[in-house]
């Protein structure tokens, strides 16, 4: 008789056993997928908070007093960026030249793009161009998009015996 109420205790308390592991191991991936969830969402939030802070600081660099220098790896990144612009300007404008034998007179006589979210103007001729002339500067201004300013210029001046010269005032 002990003994089988040994063994009935003991199956009580294996099935008790089984029932709580099973109840927690429920509860325990609940409770993963309610931190999981929590998680996301703090993350999403970080990302908001991240793209609040970079609106913040391209608005002050925006309303930087003149002068006032960008730390030089922005500086670099968007020097980089209007460089590729006017050098598709300068190929093109070269293309032109072979064809034509003088430079365009506008942008509008060679097809120039900016790609999309960049933080210059499509450039324009701003001097020289036209038969007569033996040069022609290309210029792309800031577009007030990010840190960038109407303000801010790079340049790309071409030359007939094939030189040529780029630089920026920022």
Known sequence: MISRAISLLGGILLFG?????????????????RISQQTDAL??????????????????YAFRPPGAELPQ???????????RILAEAKVR????????GFFPRR????VLSVPAGSAWTPPIVVAG?????RTIRWVVTGN????????????LVLARDGTARQGCNF
Not at 47 to 55: E, M
Not at 73 to 83: C, G
Not at 94 to 100: Q, V
Not at 129 to 133: D, F, H, Q, Y
Request: charged fraction near 25%; aromatic fraction near 8%; glycine fraction near 6%.
């Open 107 to 110: 942008a509008d006589d060679i």
């Open 93 to 100: 404008s070269w293309a032109y030249y072979k064809e034509h």
């Open 144 to 155: 007030g998009t990010r840190i960038v300013t109407a303000r801010d210029q790079c340049y």
């Open 43 to 60: 993350r999403e939030q970080v990302t908001v908070l991240n793209r609040r802070v970079q609106t913040l600081n391209e608005i002050l």
């Open 17 to 33: 056993a089984m029932a709580v592991l099973f109840y927690g191991g429920r509860t325990l991936s609940r409770d993963i997928a």
């Open 73 to 83: 790896a922005q500086r670099s990144a968007l020097q980089a960026e209007a460089e």
């Open 129 to 133: 161009g036209g038969p007569k002339e």
